[in-house]
């Protein structure tokens, strides 16, 4: 039986990452995996689906008793995914989609090096900042600190081996898809990180010279 191949999503807060994996979730022939998390559920989230969520005291039990295959602090909360279920997809012969933050994405690859790491951009920051509004859970001053944090994000670009631009829903999935066929030499990371993370630079700078 052929060993599953272990695909990471991740990107930006706001940039879809999320949405492109509700899509992914309705393909029986992907396994995928549900991280755990000790933020609060937003709202329309279903426990077991979207996150399974639980306190720091149950989360940090499950780093003493190595049961993580990654985790991460995140905006003063604890992600991680757990591992025996990945672990039992993978050796069963199913491809496994995790959608995770940034930090675990290369703590991930770390540990398997054939795992394939894909960062989904937004079209632009201003998208980016229209979408975090949209959402109503966060003041003006956790956007503009989100947005900043996006950047730095942004700047990780290098560590990840594709890209996926999330303006349209349904071709950032089929992008997504054709990386899993091998197709995705078009989004390739190598040698379009600079370019890509500049183009997002220069739209901040734009932004805040323009007193926005």
Do not use: H, W
Not at 137 to 150: C, G, M, N, V
């Amino acid at each position: 039986m052929r060993q599953g191949r272990l695909f990471v999503i991740s990107g930006p807060s706001g940039a879809g990452k999320g949405t492109i994996c509700d899509v992914l979730k309705k393909d029986p022939s992907f396994g995928l995996s549900v991280s755990m998390t000790t933020r609060a559920p937003r709202e329309g989230e279903v426990e077991g689906v979207n996150y399974y969520f639980v306190s720091r005291r149950e989360f940090k039990k499950m780093i003493a008793e190595d049961g993580f295959l990654e985790y991460a602090g995140i905006y003063r909360n604890f992600y991680g995914t757990p591992k025996k279920p990945v672990m039992e997809m993978l050796a069963g012969g199913k491809d496994v989609i995790l959608e995770i933050e940034m930090q675990g994405a290369v703590n991930v690859k770390r540990s398997f090096p054939e795992a394939v790491l894909i960062f989904v951009l937004p079209p632009s920051l201003a998208v980016l900042r229209g979408r975090l509004a949209g959402r109503g859970t966060e003041t003006e001053e956790q956007i503009a600190l989100r947005t900043k944090t996006s950047l730095e994000e942004i700047g990780r670009l290098p560590e990840y081996d594709y890209f996926v631009f999330n303006d349209d829903l349904d071709d950032a999935v089929e992008t997504v898809y054709a990386i899993v066929r091998g197709e995705g030499e078009a989004n390739r990371v190598e040698g379009r990180a600079d370019a890509i993370i500049q183009r997002f630079k220069e739209e901040n700078d734009a932004f805040i010279s323009g007193g926005r």
